[in-house]
């Protein structure tokens, strides 16, 4: 089992900044992916970003130039640092590890709430 633990969120103004942070713990593989996803009251689960044990990244293209993802491999923790943020970024955000290669396991945080208002 792996257990993901968020922090960070919280409301901000239009164009403000705001940073997530997520650790990682348990039965955790080498390899693996770590990223955000987020979920905006009626609209699905959406993902914001991710990157791979090997630095590789993917973003939405609503969030490019914007955001950027990092990670600890070492401390098994992932940032999304969140700049020029706007009102339709408002969503809880998750926190996912994805990995496995013959039986894909996705394991997911509590979420945590962003608001971006004035």
């Known amino acids: 089992q792996v257990q993901l633990v968020e922090s960070g969120g919280g409301l901000v103004q239009p164009g403000g900044s705001l940073r997530l942070s997520c650790a990682a713990s348990g039965s955790i593989f080498r390899i693996n992916t770590m990223g955000w996803y987020r979920q905006a009251p009626g609209k699905q689960r959406e993902l914001v970003a991710a990157?791979?044990?090997?630095?590789?990244?993917n973003y939405a293209d609503s969030v490019k130039g914007r955001f950027t993802i990092s990670r600890d491999n070492a401390k098994n923790t992932v940032i999304l640092q969140m700049n020029s943020l706007k009102p339709e970024d408002t969503a809880v955000y998750y926190c996912n590890l994805r990995q496995g290669v013959v039986m894909r396991y996705d394991y997911w945080g509590q979420g945590t709430q962003v608001t971006v208002s004035s």
């Open positions: 990157i791979g044990t090997s630095g590789n990244t």
